[in-house]
Every structure is written in C-alpha cells, then in structure tokens.
C-alpha cells in the first residue's frame, strides 16, 4: 500500500491556466508538506500544515494556495501558471512531534 | 540562508569501494537526516542523528556530526549498484517545529560495477 500518494505524475499544461495536485497519506500523520525541487535537484520547502495551522515559506508566491479536506490530504492548488513554475512537486508527511518525512513520489509540472 | 550543502556534487565509485559525502550547514539544528533520492522517484528517509549524538550507524551507513564545525558526514560501506542515486542531507533547526526541513543541493553517486 502506497503510504503517501499524489495525482497526477505528470501535469503539462499552458501559461496562465489553473491546476490542482492531489495528496494523501495513509499513515495517521498530523504534519503534511509541499516542497518543490527545481531542475538542478534543489529542494525546497513550500509549506507545512499541521492541526489546521498553516505556514507559509515567505519566498512561495500567493499563486499557490495548500487546501486540507481532511487530515489525510493537502492538496496543492496554482494560479495563472508561469513558465517557472514547471518543477517537480513533491507531498511528505510527519507524525506530530516526529522529524522523520515520508515523500510522495513527485509530481512532474511542465508549463508551455 | 539555512540551505546546507553536499560536498562533493558528484563521486563515480567501483562497486565494493565505500563511499563518502559531507554535509555542511549555518544555523542551530534539532537533528540532521540523509534522504536518498532514485532517479525519477521521491526521497526516502535513511538515517537521523541527533544535534547531541556524534556518531549513528544503520547497516551499511554510518553518520557522523560535529556540531562545532556545523557538518556531518555519510558513508557507505560496501557499496553496490543498487546505491546509486542522489543522497542528500536535510536539517531540522532550532525553533523549525512544523516549518519543514532544509535540504541541501545532494550529492549525485554512481557505482560503477
């Protein structure tokens, strides 16, 4: 059983379009994240959402708005899609008061 | 910035021969961790060791800190073709809580059989 999941793998889509990026974890964890990893493998963390506190990376632009149904997913959702934004997204979860992340397996973004 | 660094970007090996990479950080840490990254897939968690712990082994890997100089080091013993992959170390600094972790720019290995 995937314990962190993500939809879709791949995403290509135009400049200025809207699009959304799906997460789930099955492991009970209270802290989910997004980070993004640029094509020189250069990770970086976006957000992290734990019991419904939200904290933002000062550098991520408005653009990008996380959305939490439930504890189980936190959805990525971009506005008005630019060419920078094409990188791979990546999901992890943590459960509370643990350090240990487990990653999805990446969301490949190509913006034309 | 908090970002770390790997050093060296890039190690080509034989199978068999151990392999070594360094991390470098700047602030505080509650823990460091290593990831490894396959390529075209996510980051799986190897090992964790603590800002008062010095030294932790897993299998074939062994951590090192040295909280002093703000570095830590991975090595794999022994290695074999299933271990290339992109390796990265990751810190949790003080007061990080739910802020995530920071990457460094990952060390690319490849073993050569």
């Known amino acids: 059983d995937t314990a962190v999941s993500q939809t879709p793998k791949y995403l290509v889509t135009q400049m200025g379009n809207d699009k959304s990026i799906k997460c789930e974890q099955n492991?009970?964890?209270?802290?989910m994240y997004w980070y993004k990893q640029d094509s020189k493998k250069f990770l970086k963390i976006m957000f992290s959402?734990?019991?419904?506190?939200?904290?933002i990376n000062e550098t991520v632009p408005n653009r990008f708005s996380p959305k939490s149904p439930d504890k189980a997913h936190l959805n990525l959702h971009i506005n008005s899609l630019e060419l920078g934004d094409s990188a791979v997204y990546f999901c992890a979860s943590s459960p509370l008061g643990q350090e240990t992340q487990y990653f999805g397996p990446g969301t490949r973004l190509l913006v034309l | 910035s908090q970002q770390g660094e790997e050093d060296p970007q890039a190690l080509s090996i034989q199978e068999g021969e151990n392999a070594t990479m360094n991390c470098s950080y700047k602030t505080s840490i509650n823990n460091l961790q290593w990831y490894r990254q396959n390529s075209g897939r996510g980051l799986v968690h190897l090992i964790l060791?603590?800002?008062?712990?010095r030294e932790k082994h897993s299998g074939r890997l062994r951590v090192t800190l040295d909280t002093s100089k703000k570095s830590s080091s991975l090595l794999i013993t022994a290695s074999r073709a299933a271990d290339t992959a992109s390796y990265f170390c990751a810190t949790d600094y003080l007061g990080g809580g739910a802020d995530g972790l920071t990457f460094g720019k990952g060390t690319h290995l490849i073993i050569q059989p």
């Open positions: 060791i603590r800002s008062n712990e």
């Open positions: 959402y734990n019991n419904k506190e939200l904290i």
């Open positions: 492991l009970g964890h209270d802290t």
